[in-house]
Every structure is written in C-alpha cells, then in structure tokens.
C-alpha cells in the first residue's frame, strides 16, 4: 500500500514490540559464529523524527516507547529484554530520532552478515538508501546491504533460501489492504517449504473488525508449517494495550479511540530462549504501556 508512511506511527505499542523481539531474536543468531542473512520485507524509510509534524499528529511515540522508558526507570529490576531494547533506541532517541527495523538491523548485524531491505514506496526507498548509506559511512565492520525497490513479498520469495542457509525475515506489511493477510500466508508458506531452517517474524495489527481474518491467517501458517515441518516451534506473542471493544477505527485526525488495541509478532522456528523471556516481559509491557 503506496499511500501508508510509518513516520505518523514510529516508536508506538506495535514497533515495541516488534524491536524488541527483532532484536532478541538477533542476538540468539549471533551465538553461533556462522554468518546469516536478514531479509525486511516493508523496510520504510529506515530511521523517523519523532518531533516532527507526522509524529505529533498521532502522539502515539508518546504512549509507546516514550511512556516506556519514563516507566522503566521506576522498574527496581527491569526485564532484560527492555534493557536490551531500550539500549538498541536509546542513542537515537537522545537526537530525537526513533530507529526503524533496517537501522536496529544494520546497527546489531555484522561484517560477516547479510541485510537484504526491499521498499516499494519511491520517496521511502530513496529516504531509506540515504539514511542508510550516511550510517555506514559512520560505522566501521558494516554488514553488507542490498537495496531492492521492489514488494517485499517478491523479493523475499525470489532471493531465499540464502547462500549463508541461516537466516531471518521480518515481514510487517501495512495491512491496510485485505489481501496484505492472504500474502503474507502464502510468502510464509511458499519461502518455508524451500527454506525450513529460516526464522520467520510475522507482525500483525490487533484490529477488533478484522480479528476472524487475523486468525485465519495465523492459524494457516501454523498448520500449514507443522505440514511441512511437524516439530517446528510457531510462537504467537501478543501485546493488547487496549481490550478489543476499544478499538474504533479512526482516521488519523480522530485520535480518542485506539487505532489498534494491540499487536503480535507470529514466529516461526522461534529461538528456544524467546518464549521464556516473552512471558515474563508482556505483562509488563502491558503494565507499563496501558494508560
């Protein structure tokens, strides 16, 4: 969808979420020494202002990764996975800048490793060559980039599996289309069968009037992964903000109501660690992210 910008929603309840497992789930890959590839199917324009007027017109950095850090510090033992995220954003937050997936990907990737971003939006791909090209230029050991103007669903359908055989893919299309569900069922499924050993991170909206195509696409990819591979892990993490009747969907200038009431991240061949530390970390967020 040509007409969605991340910029109105950077650093919500949603991109917490995502990052935090995004990165978790980086740092579990480079235990191993053998290098891997990432794949970001929607990569955005890579890095956001949060002052600016797009930002500003929804407040929802306010209440996301804002509120969290403000909450954090009276945490007398915060979990792990928010300090190790906080740490992620906290430098770009201090210029008043907020990280998009390709940056916390660029910035915990290494030299060894690959990053493959795809962007089908003109001025979104060109902001995002830009912003990253000027960060690698400040960055030594940089992991190797590939830039694809192309939809994400056909890039990652046409370069995996990859030469390294590790892997990940984040896939978070902005699921203002209806088909964006069936598509990403169907790229999941499609990139698995050739590629079992891959790590698949599927976010969705929590959206109350579209829950029955939610869950029909999750319970889709599940069943149809434990029909190619049965004993692989498929994690669904949840994080509601809001209970599912709060929901309205709104335009952005009609801001009482949550635009969604939560998020999920689906994982396929999730990390063995990751479950744990999701448990433990959710009600927190909760805690700390609802009003």
Known sequence: MLSYLHAYHAGNHADVLKHMILSEVIRYMEKKEKPFSFYDTHSGSGVYKINDERAQKTGEVNSGILRLCEKSFELQNPEPLISDYISCVNEYLKKGEYPGSPFIESDLLRKEDFLFLSELHPTEFENLKNNINQKRKNKEDCCSVSFNKRNGFEMLESLTPPKTKRGCVLIDPSYEELSDYSDVADVVLKCFKKWTGGVFMI?????????????????RITEGV??????????????????????????????????????????????????????????????????
Do not use: Q
């Open 203 to 219: 976010w969705y909206p929590l959206l109350a009037y579209r829950m029955s195509t939610i869950e029909n696409m999750i319970e």
């Open 226 to 291: 434990h029909l190619i591979s049965p004993n692989t892990d498929v994690n669904d993490f949840r994080l509601c903000i809001a209970s599912e009747d709060a929901h309205e969907e709104t335009s952005l200038a009609e801001n009482s109501s949550p635009r969604l009431f939560g998020s999920g991240m689906l994982v396929v061949n999730t990390p063995w660690t990751l479950p744990d530390k999701m448990k433990k970390v959710l009600p927190v967020l909760e805690e700390l992210l609802v009003k």
